[in-house]
């Protein structure tokens, strides 16, 4: 007989035949596993040797990008996979990659595997025995059929092994040490011993000579160790480098065997500890280092990106994808393993003479193995995917944050990323006509955009993205690319392979009769992508509707002490419910087609049974066995999964293509051209080095960015400017003269038209060295106007990540007046800034800004109106002894300033700008001579700079007090001050941090189901549902009785084939199935895979009755779609009660938030707030109700499942007992660990979003100190945290189902036991019920684990919103008992008696005792030191404190017996901070439209924003015909600003002009003059102001302060500037709470050792203050004398 020609068939009744065995599994298998061994050890040696010889060739090409590339100290940890051979693979790599696995500041550790020679050595000496009996069989000829042969190819396979065995025993640790010998060793193993195994079986049933079977026994079981020893010891047993990074614990996976890597055992230390106590972050090991997010961009950005970044990922992941297809393809095939061993068990157990009992003990036994190695090929398949996915989301955020800190600094337009059809002309005029904010300019005001580029970064280049989409892109759209690569082998591999096979055998099944079935599947697969299509549009509508409801609320948050003054709450309430009820409009559509989805589902199968056994019946008149039936069954079954899977996965990519795409556009934006701008030095072509300009003309936004109405955006013309270097030069210019501006083409990040700019900038700030004279190094420090400061305590704001020197930290302190706040707040400079810096005052946030630079080592500082949120006194203070203190010695110092009569005189140089363009320059002196700015300062004698010299040691006890109160009014979403300072902060600190963390640890208490359930509705609705939920399940049990009752009409003459329960197995799956996402679906199948017996069992045509086929496919019918139609009613009627609940929460949730007292807004940090609206109320309206239908259904197919096998076999029960066990036992360990696992990840999701937004504000502040290397840094380590805990998550859930799959193999396997056991005594249809539930159930256990676990989530998220609702309340709006009179108050007399009061119980009171009277129609301006009191008395008279002993009188009415309401609608307030909404300037001014167009305008001409001569546009003509023609403008002459040829127009003319978010495209002074406007137009006759006018410069302030003089009402003022209320008829002294004087200005002057004399006399102008007192004193003195 000649080799290798085998007759067919190899299987003989139970075993394979003697020529398969001989010829294949001893001679061609091994020999091929040889060869393929030494062939690619050979290649890998030949191309080892080229590359070396080749290594040396070129370097890498330099790229400009280099601010923002990876740092470059980490590219030591940037270790490539393969070191010239030296694998660091995940097992890190021998003795050479020690060196370069090490990143900055990690330790590294060898951790060498136990006994790792030794057992090489016992392998070696395995195999010794192994070729021993090889000899022995080759001498005795022992083997049948080509013996001989045999024998010598197990001689020459086992000495090949020995020799590598050997190489790695001597070789391993030499630098000749051959790479990954272990692998072929390993694999060899393996495939060996499976040959083995087979001709083990064999000769165990039929042994040909007793020699014969102990030889191959022998030589199975060294195989047998051998292969034992490779599964079991580390995978590559060598040497692996751990690597600690600080405290955190190096990840186990390296470290683990082949068993362990494939079973997920190496993460059981981390749930154990998880299971002993709760997981923190410092508990969740680190991630592999090349899963590391520097090493994962430092790699990626190797490959140079040619086509799209879509197919660009493609390909560079492709060698992950390819594998993680091959595991796919295996998995998908061995789904049907399970369906085939089933029906030979089935057949088996009809006919039990047709082969010996051992064929039936191979199956049962195969059974659960086959589904173990599926469920090990699906697990790694999910592994790769995840290992994809954090390394896409690394290279995407990474990207994106990079590219966000190389932006355009201000913008033309915002993009729509990814709109593709905003081409079209008239999409773009609206875009035009929308973003004309961006463009419009005003005569007077062009700071607008001047100062546009404010620390919060504008918006958008001319098409830019804004901030918000980038975070979006961050947010959003990386995890949606990234979560669609770790299901894509779906798609690719197992749907596919999926479905060749089931269509193969159903065709073998049924026949012709099959196709009906299939077309009716084909047509579901454009259903499935058009519901997913549906799907995504109605989530994409519902995103859009969420956003908008996000934005409002946000806004009202912001806000929220503005719309408590104004008692706004309910008028915006009803704002926000008219777009939550367009969200919930667009969740119900969502529901709908989500519940059709279902319903279609639901329906299929019984289409699909329906027909084709219609055609099989009655056109083909076969007579429907059940062995065809359920076979039938089982494979359509199988097939749906594969097509809903793709329908699903084809959605899913195409969303996800749209992301990348909006990810590539961004990517592909204009970058700024600061670094073009400024080169590496600042020299010109003479050679000296320059500061400044030369006929430089500057523009925001695009080179020739023209506004819809033909204006140009703000502009610097001609600038020629020469800073003098080392010295002190002043830059200013009435409010909106393009003074910021300016500044920011100094640091390159406006748009030059033409000339040159001058400034050393260009050089990443770690490439410059300090001069070693002077320390500094010629690098810029910057402090933006409205200060930027990171979310870190003061101290590192201050540091900015310079190396600490105490002793000039204390003199920067001292110097910019720090010492006394950082006394006051509890920790110091410990304490934290919060987001956005909401913990400190406006003054505190500037001089932090200040210090830091100061502090810095940079040789050149600009500083961008810094003294303009101090009080005069602390100005003159930060001037004298910090910007022309010893510190600023030598350095150059660029300062722009309205307050010229304190800082000119001592200046080198000034610059005036006006309109965008320089109006005077020159020496200080000159500039004071010609008279420019203003009379006072010309007679001012320069003082003498005497005090410059040293620091002083200590600030004295005045400075620093800057009245800008912390407390509530102050910050938008301020926490609370230094008022209370002393005591509060100590129960502080611990609320600081703790908020974020409040999430209850265990399970979820009763009161936050029963608050939810109660939410859906009363009790009828719970009766309703659980008569649908009783029915749904009936309904499926009912189908299946009937098949039953068919199938034994059939059978009738051989009771063989009762197979009820199939379907009710199938149904009660279903029910909840289609909740979940297509990963999960594989449960559905898994319950059918039973019954397919593929081919038909041979019965005789003779014994089947006749059938009346017509009824039964009828009733059959009508029950599924019974079925179907109460599924379709359980869930609409579910998500019915969902939406109900949603609705109600959140207006609960609004109005609790909105009526909470001011306290609450102070202590809780506005993110933690907006938390609550958007992610937790995101998974109470989408996650919550699905998620517990799916629970109750899976508990329920378990029910079931357990109850149909006990009832067959009761046998079971015991092993059940046993395996319940279990599965509690592995349930408990997942559930704990898992749950705080994902709180780890979603918690550290936020701090990385934050820190991207804060980057996106920053962006300029971070370029200007050349700082960007270490943001970058620290994203990249953010993005490690989030993924530490994501990625071993997911480890948790593959250890899971690991876990579940084998103890429902166990299931599967004790029940085939107890059918071998019963047989005879029960009938092939009962076996096959319990067989195939045994199968189905352990999909249905990790359902039921996992859902209950994303259901315990889901209900933290309504126990958060339910700790919002239980908020305290503030008093009632409307006290209907006690309603003042309509026109109160009519005089305004405002009257404290003994009124005293505290923040909370537990602290010391801010107001102690306070008694004083104002007379109506009188003007009282506050004053004292921080901390005084000023800010809780304009609290007190709002009631956002309320009193503790005392009252306040308005017009003798106690204001504490009315209701809020009619108290804050009846007086007004200017707060500190100017809060703007996005709108335009009217519905800013007056939101509810109760004032006309003539009111609102002769507002804003009060407060100087219309000029007193400008033209106010009647209503019909529009504002285009004042655009100037821009194209003119630049020839012309600069004229004088009034002319009308200027070139910046005043957008105030036109109400309808935009304004941005929180005012962003205002100036600072014009948003806070808009606010004093909105509150003249209330015309109150009671108004507080609070440092209304601290950005305004002086002139423009001295004219307001007119017009409030002209006032006929009541003003009460807390000023910074003495000089706004030096002439007021009161000043009102307070210190410590206490009233210490009371009177009029010019009295309280004459008082030698006063309080508010001393306070004049510091700030440095106390001639004037003294002479306008006098001069208001006389005034007053005449009217009444007159």
């Known amino acids: 007989m000649s080799f290798a020609s085998c007759s067919w068939p190899i299987w003989r009744t139970d075993d394979f035949t003697t020529c398969f065995q001989s010829d294949y599994l001893q001679i061609l298998f091994p020999l091929v596993l040889i060869s393929l061994s030494l062939l690619h050890l050979l290649l890998q040696t030949i191309y080892r040797n080229v590359r070396l010889k080749r290594a040396d060739g070129y370097d890498q090409i330099p790229d400009h990008r280099d601010h923002t590339e990876v740092p470059p100290e980490e590219d030591d940890c940037i270790s490539t996979d393969d070191d010239e051979g030296l694998s660091i693979n995940p097992n890190g790599g021998g003795r050479l990659a020690l060196i370069k696995t090490t990143s900055k500041g990690s330790i590294v550790q060898a951790d060498t595997p136990p006994a790792q020679d030794l057992l090489v050595i016992v392998e070696e000496v395995a195999i010794c025995g192994l070729i021993a009996a090889n000899i022995v069989a080759l001498v005795t000829k022992t083997y049948n059929g080509h013996g001989q042969l045999a024998a010598i190819v197990g001689l020459v396979s086992w000495v090949y092994v020995l020799i590598l065995a050997t190489l790695r025993l001597f070789l391993g640790n030499t630098k000749w040490r051959i790479p990954r010998l272990w692998n072929h060793t390993a694999s060899i193993y393996g495939f060996q011993w499976l040959f083995t195994l087979i001709v083990f079986r064999s000769v165990l049933i039929h042994a040909s000579s007793r020699l014969a079977q102990i030889l191959i026994i022998v030589e199975f079981c060294l195989t047998t160790l051998l292969f034992g020893i490779a599964l079991n010891t580390r995978k590559g047993n060598k040497t692996v480098v751990m690597e600690w990074e600080g405290k955190i614990e190096p990840s186990r996976e390296p470290l683990a065997s082949v068993l362990s890597l494939l079973t997920f055992a190496w993460i059981d230390p981390m749930l154990w500890q998880g299971y002993k106590e709760p997981l923190e972050i410092k508990h969740v090991w680190n991630l592999l280092p090349r899963d590391k997010s ?173 901030l918000g989409t980038i975070i979006n892109l961050m947010s959003v759209d990386s995890f949606k690319i990234s979560e669609c690569t770790s299901y894509l082998h779906f798609l690719l591999a197992a749907a596919p392979s999926q479905l060749l096979v089931s269509i193969a055998l159903l065709y073998q099944v049924m026949g012709l009769s099959a196709i009906p079935g299939l077309v009716i599947m084909v047509f579901l697969l454009p259903v499935n992508i058009l519901l997913a299509k549906g799907f995504n549009y109605t989530q994409r509508k519902i995103m859009a509707a969420t956003d908008k409801r996000i934005h409002t609320t946000n806004e009202i948050l912001q806000n929220i002490r503005i719309i408590k003054y104004f008692a706004w709450e309910n008028r915006f309430s009803g704002i926000v419910d008219e777009k939550r009820r367009n969200e919930l409009r667009a969740l119900r559509n969502r529901y709908m087609i989500w519940a059709l989805a279902v319903a279609i589902w639901n329906t299929v199968p019984v289409l699909i049974t329906f027909f084709s056994f219609l055609v099989y019946t009655k056109v083909e008149h076969k007579p429907l066995y059940p062995s065809v039936a359920f076979t039938a069954i089982s494979l359509f079954m199988l097939l749906r999964v594969p097509l809903d899977q793709l329908g699903d996965m084809i959605a899913h990519i195409q969303e996800a293509k749209v992301s990348v795409d909006r990810v590539e556009e961004f990517l592909n934006e204009d970058e700024t051209e600061k670094y073009e701008q400024l080169g590496p030095d600042n020299v010109d072509e003479n050679g000296k080095k320059v500061i400044g300009f030369k006929d430089a003309t500057f523009i925001w936004g695009g080179k020739d960015a023209i506004a819809a109405d033909g204006s140009m955006a703000f502009r610097l013309l001609d600038l020629n400017v020469e800073f003098k270097i080392g010295k002190l030069n002043i830059i200013a210019g009435p409010t909106g003269s393009g003074k910021t501006s300016m500044l920011m083409a100094l640091l390159g990040e406006m748009t030059m038209t033409q000339g040159k700019v001058y400034l050393p900038g260009g050089r990443s700030r770690e490439d410059v060295r300090p001069d070693p004279a002077t320390g500094l190094t010629e690098t810029c420090a910057y402090v933006a106007q409205s200060a930027w400061l990171v979310n870190a305590n003061i101290r590192d704001n201050i540091l900015f990540s310079a190396t600490y020197d105490e002793k000039r930290y204390k003199d920067v302190l001292v110097a910019c007046a720090l010492e006394r706040d950082l006394e006051i707040l509890d920790n110091g400079d410990e304490t934290l800034v919060g987001e956005n810096g909401i913990t400190l005052s406006g003054g505190q946030k500037q001089r932090i800004s200040l210090a830091r630079a100061v502090y810095s080592n940079s040789r050149h500082v600009l500083l961008d109106d810094c003294l303009s949120a101090v009080d005069s006194h602390t100005a003159k203070w930060i001037f004298t002894k910090c910007i022309k203190g010893e510190l600023m010695k030598n350095r150059t110092c660029i300062l722009i300033t309205h307050n010229t009569t304190l800082c000119a005189p001592l200046s080198e140089y000034v610059v005036l700008l006006d309109n965008g363009r320089v109006d005077a320059q020159g020496t200080a002196e000159d500039i004071i001579a010609s008279g420019k700015l203003g009379e006072e300062i010309r007679t001012k004698s320069r003082p003498g700079s005497s005090d410059v010299s040293r620091v002083p040691s200590r600030v004295p006890s005045s400075v620093g007090d800057e009245s800008d109160q912390t407390l509530i009014d102050h910050n938008t979403n301020g926490t609370n001050g230094t008022t209370t300072a002393n005591s509060t902060n100590k129960q502080e600190k611990p609320l600081r941090n703790t908020p974020q963390e409040l999430k209850a640890t265990g399970a979820v208490k009763w009161p936050v189901i029963s608050l939810y359930l109660r939410a859906m509705g009363t009790w009828w609705f719970w009766v309703i549902a659980f008569i649908v939920f009783g029915g749904q399940q009936l309904s499926s049990v009912a189908s299946n009785l009937w098949i039953k009752e068919w199938a034994n009409q059939y059978t009738s003459g051989l009771e063989s084939m009762s197979a009820s329960g199939t379907y009710s197995s199938i149904a009660s799956r279903l029910s909840y199935s289609s909740w979940l996402s297509p990963a999960q679906f594989a449960s559905v199948t898994s319950s059918v895979k039973s019954m397919s017996f593929i081919k038909p069992a041979d019965y005789s045509a003779t014994d089947v009755p006749e059938v009346n086929v017509d009824y039964y496919l009828t009733v059959l019918a009508l029950i599924g779609i019974a079925g179907a139609g109460l599924a379709l009613t359980r869930d609409l009627w579910l998500f019915f009660g969902s939406l109900t609940a949603s609705w109600k929460l959140h207006n609960r949730l609004m109005s609790a938030v909105a009526r909470a007292k001011f306290k609450f807004f102070d202590v809780t940090p506005l993110g933690q707030l907006m938390n609550r609206f958007s992610k937790d109320l995101e998974a109470i309206d989408q996650e919550v109700a699905p998620v517990a239908i799916g629970v109750m259904s899976c508990a329920m197919g378990i029910l079931i499942t357990v109850v149909l096998i006990a009832a067959i076999t009761p046998g079971f029960l015991v092993a059940g007992v046993f395996i319940t066990g279990l599965y509690i036992l592995v349930g408990m360990f997942y559930l704990r660990a898992s749950r705080d696992l994902k709180r780890l990840e979603s918690v550290n999701r936020s701090p990385l979003f934050q820190q991207f937004g804060e980057t996106l504000s920053g962006v300029t502040t971070i370029r200007a100190y050349g700082d960007e290397r270490r943001f970058i840094r620290e994203n990249l380590t953010r993005i490690n945290t989030q993924a530490r805990p994501f990625i071993y998550l997911w480890a948790a859930n593959r250890w899971l189902a690991f876990r579940t799959d084998l103890l429902g193999d166990f299931v599967a396997f004790f029940a085939g036991v107890f059918v071998i056991l019963s047989l005879g005594k029960i009938d092939a249809g009962s076996a096959g019920v319990s067989l195939s539930y045994a199968i189905g159930f352990s999909e249905n256990i990790l359902w039921l684990v996992r859902l209950y676990a994303m259901n315990e989530q889901n209900m933290n998220s309504v126990e958060r919103v339910k700790e919002y609702l239980d908020v305290e309340q503030e008093a009632a709006p ?309």
Not at 347 to 359: C, D, G, K, L, Q
Not at 1396 to 1420: A, G, H, Q, W
Not at 1430 to 1459: H, N, P, Q, V, W
Not at 1542 to 1549: A, Q, R
Request: proline share 4%; hydrophobic share 40%; aromatic share 6%.
């Open 294 to 466: 520097a090493t994962v961009l430092a790699n990626y950005r190797q490959v140079k990106k040619t086509t799209s970044l879509a197919l660009h990922l493609t390909k560079y992941f492709k060698g992950m994808l390819i594998i993680q297809c091959v595991w796919a393809t295996m998995g998908g095939l061995l789904t049907f393993a399970p369906t085939l061993l089933l029906k030979a068990i089935l057949e088996y157990v009809e006919m039990p003479a047709s082969a010996p009992r051992n064929v039936l003990w191979l199956y049962v036994i195969l059974l659960p193995l086959a589904d173990l190695v599926r469920s090990i090929a699906d697990g790694q398949a999910l592994w790769i995917g995840r290992k994809i996915c954090i390394q896409i989301r690394s290279i995407i955020i990474g990207e994106i944050y990079a590219k966000a800190l190389r932006r355009k600094a201000a913008s033309g337009k915002d993009t729509v990323l990814g709109n593709t059809d905003a081409t079209k002309e008239t999409k773009l005029e609206k875009l035009k006509r929308f973003f004309r904010l961006k463009k419009k300019t005003d005569k007077k005001a062009g700071a607008q955009n001047g100062d546009v580029v404010k620390e919060d970064a504008p918006k958008g280049a001319d098409e830019q993205a804004n």
């Open 1374 to 1682: 409307i006290n209907e008992k006690n309603r003042p009179a309509q026109d109160w108050p009519a005089h305004g007399a405002v009257e404290f008696v003994n009124y005293s009061t505290r923040y909370r119980k537990e602290l010391d009171p801010v107001l102690k005792n306070v008694t004083f009277k104002i007379e109506p129609r009188e003007k009282v301006g506050i004053v004292g030191r921080t901390g005084a009191g000023k800010s809780s008395l304009t609290l007190a008279i709002f009631r956002a404190l309320e009193a503790e002993t005392g009252k306040i009188m308005i017009d003798d009415i106690d204001i504490a017996t009315i209701g809020l309401q009619d108290l804050r609608e009846a007086i007004t307030i200017v707060p500190q901070d100017p809060t703007l909404f996005t709108g335009t300037i009217r519905t800013n001014l007056d939101p509810f439209d109760l004032y006309t167009d003539e009111e609102v305008f002769s507002a804003l001409k009060k407060v100087r924003l219309i000029g007193p001569n400008e033209i106010l546009p009647s209503t019909t003509q529009s504002l285009l015909s004042s655009a100037e023609n821009s194209e003119v403008q630049d020839s012309q002459e600069p004229t004088s600003p009034s002319s009308p040829t200027t070139t910046n127009k005043n957008i105030f003319l036109d109400l309808s002009s935009p304004v941005a978010e929180s005012g962003s495209n205002l100036s600072q002074g014009q948003r806070q003059l808009l606010c004093l406007a909105r509150a003249m137009l209330k015309n109150p006759n009671v108004l507080v102001m609070d440092e209304a006018t601290a950005s305004i410069d002086y002139a423009t302030d001295s004219k307001i302060q007119e017009t409030i003089r002209d006032l006929k009402s009541t003003i009460i003022t807390i000023a910074h500037r003495l000089a706004t209320i030096v002439d007021y008829d009161k000043v009102l002294v307070l210190d410590h709470g206490a009233v210490v004087e009371y009177g009029h200005p010019h009295e309280l002057l004459q008082n030698e050792n006063g309080n508010f004399r001393s306070m004049c006399e510091m700030s440095g102008d106390m001639e004037v203050l003294t002479k306008a007192a006098k001069k208001a004193w006389d005034d007053k003195k005449l009217v009444d004398d007159e």
